[in-house]
């Protein structure tokens, strides 16, 4: 896949919108291992990092807009504009939970 330009913001300085694709987007949902779910509540209650959850959440932030990134590139966007980035923690019971991550933009072609 070719380059392709990644904002939060709407406009990209010094560039110009010429098309405008509509809304792509891209959903990523991580199982949380049980042991990392463990040791990573014994570092929140000794006030350390949690390494685990950071690495998992990172994960599915790639996933996430990989997949609107692939989404744009296939409509022929060469940009993503007014990204936004949701996370979601969901229980899933005494086990452990799941991480969701969604990211959502405009797709473009800019000049």
């Known amino acids: ?32 291992n049980l042991f990392k779910d463990l ?9 350390g990092r949690s390494a685990a959850y950071e690495k998992e959440l990172r994960k599915a932030r790639d996933v996430a807009i990989n997949e609107m990134l692939e989404e744009a590139h296939g409509l022929g966007a060469n ?20 991480l969701m991550v969604s990211a959502s933009g405009t797709a473009v072609t800019v000049e």
């Open 1 to 32: 896949m070719r380059e392709m330009m990644v904002l939060t913001t709407d406009q990209i300085p010094g560039k110009t919108v010429t098309r405008t694709f509509g809304l792509v987007s891209g959903e990523a949902i991580l199982g949380a």
């Open 39 to 47: 040791f990573a509540g014994i570092r929140d209650i000794v006030g």
């Open 79 to 98: 940009a993503v504009i007014g990204v936004d980035l949701d996370y979601e923690s969901i229980q899933m019971g005494a086990g452990g939970g799941m």
